[in-house]
């Protein structure tokens, strides 16, 4: 009996603590913890709060945005793409190749271009038609475009740099207007547009259906197959987009970031803002709330010189509380819960 009546207790005060955290949203949440962070290291983090400190972080910030704008609108639609930044990565570096042999921008953009639509069709054809799971399917594609590109179409060689004939492609990153940093200003258009999209297009109210239940979206008669042809598609070249400023922003790129954490960072601020990994929650807010929390966390662990052990270990507890966090804000029951895999 008091077991029972301790049992009881515990569940009113759970859903005593859901119901008052059901009056803020998940970005809301992240968006006062990040207000939380910057107070706390603009205070305690000497440079933290600098006007230099403070562009350098709005740039990093909107390169990861943007990539998670596009992993985003995957995410919604129940999927992942894990060949995101490899995809991206390669197809910037060929087109700072192609510049260094002489092509003109337009000319290498479009050829990246080209080759970013191509690889976001031939994942989603895979994950439509041949039915590969995403994760499995976009992990084996991002290992073959690495190893072809870099094989074939690189020379094998990592580090590539913006030629000195095509200096004007460094405005792309490195230009301002009225002061602010062109990457915000990119950043800004692109979620603006996707948030227009996945809104107010029936497309993107197609890929909510979808994520939420993939099964009753068919039946209504969406056409799931050639939808996830489109999102995937969407989240390569958003991609890519996202690597052309980064290379701009830095006049190179090593296509060894492919080993790096930024697919991880770019699943992070998906997840943490509030895009749910079942899939058909969430939205370009929720990207943006998550990004800025993340960017200022990578931001102070920089300052205070943590090692990228150490990062990875915060950044591996935030991904966890944040999962944690969907968890207890939308809880499943027999009726919603869903199976299967991403």
Known sequence: MVSLIQGEKEVNMTGMLRSRLAGLSQEQIVFLVSVFFFIGFSLFIQGFASIGNFMIMLRNI??????GVGMGI???GRGIDLSQVTTSAVSVAWVLKLMQDG??????????????????????????????PPLFATLASGICIYGFVRHYLLNLLNNHYVPESCKSFLVLGQGNILGIPLPVIW???????????????????????????EEAARLTGIGIRPLKILQYTLCSLIGYLAALIMASSTSSLNVRIVDSTLIFDVV????LGGISLIGGRGGVKSVIAGTILIGILLNGMVLINLGIAQQNLVKSVVLLCAILLDTFMHPSDEETARQGDI
């Not at 909107?62 to 990539?67: E, K, R």
């Not at 092509?103 to 989603?124: E, H, Q």
């Not at 992070?268 to 997840?271: E, F, I, K, R």
């Open 187 to 213: 950043f800004g258009i692109i979620a603006l547009m996707c948030h227009l999209f996945l809104s107010r297009t029936s497309f993107g109210r197609f890929i909510y259906a979808q994520g939420d239940n």
């Open 62 to 67: 909107s390169v990861l945005g943007i990539f």
């Open 74 to 76: 995957v995410v919604i």
């Open 103 to 132: 092509l003109s921008i337009p000319g290498a953009v479009l050829l990246g271009l080209l080759l970013v639509i191509l690889m976001g069709v031939i994942n989603g054809y895979l994950i439509a038609f041949i039915e590969i």
């Open 268 to 271: 992070l601020v998906v997840v």
